[in-house]
């Protein structure tokens, strides 16, 4: 299985912004779509965004479209999550996960494989 690692998470004030980073290892992401998810404590993990392994497909919630874009860099087995206008509903733990080839269901926690440990968020004044 791929390992994920999450960073770039932090405290930033409303408006600004944040790029978080997923760094692959151990496979070559390039075969892998990935999923970005966030979630706040009590609740299940929320999909915000998508990318397909050849970048040809990009998907978002509702509540970021807009403001996030995601990204990826084979050549450096990373994929980004550009996060602009934030706002205080945007405070999470947002984590990475990974899929071999196509999900069937991209928007569903569980039909990734791989899962990184998250990185905080928090958007406050």
């Known amino acids: 299985q791929v390992q994920l690692v999450e960073s770039g998470g932090g405290l930033v004030q409303p408006g600004g912004s944040l790029r978080l980073s997923c760094v692959a290892s151990g496979h070559l992401l390039y075969y892998y779509a990935i999923g970005w998810f966030r979630q706040v404590p009590g609740k299940e993990h929320v999909w915000i965004s998508y990318?397909?392994?050849?970048?040809?497909?990009?998907n978002y919630a509702e509540s970021v479209k807009g403001r996030f874009t995601i990204s990826r860099d084979n050549s450096r087995n990373t994929v980004y999550l550009q996060m602009n206008n934030l706002k205080s509903e945007d405070t999470a733990v947002y984590y990475c996960?990974?899929?071999?080839?196509?999900?069937?269901?991209?928007?569903?926690?569980?039909?990734?494989?791989?899962w990184g440990q998250g990185t905080q968020v928090t958007v406050s004044a």
């Open positions: 990318i397909s392994p050849s970048s040809q497909t990009t």
């Open positions: 996960a990974a899929r071999y080839g196509i999900p069937d269901n991209p928007t569903t926690w569980g039909d990734y494989h791989s």
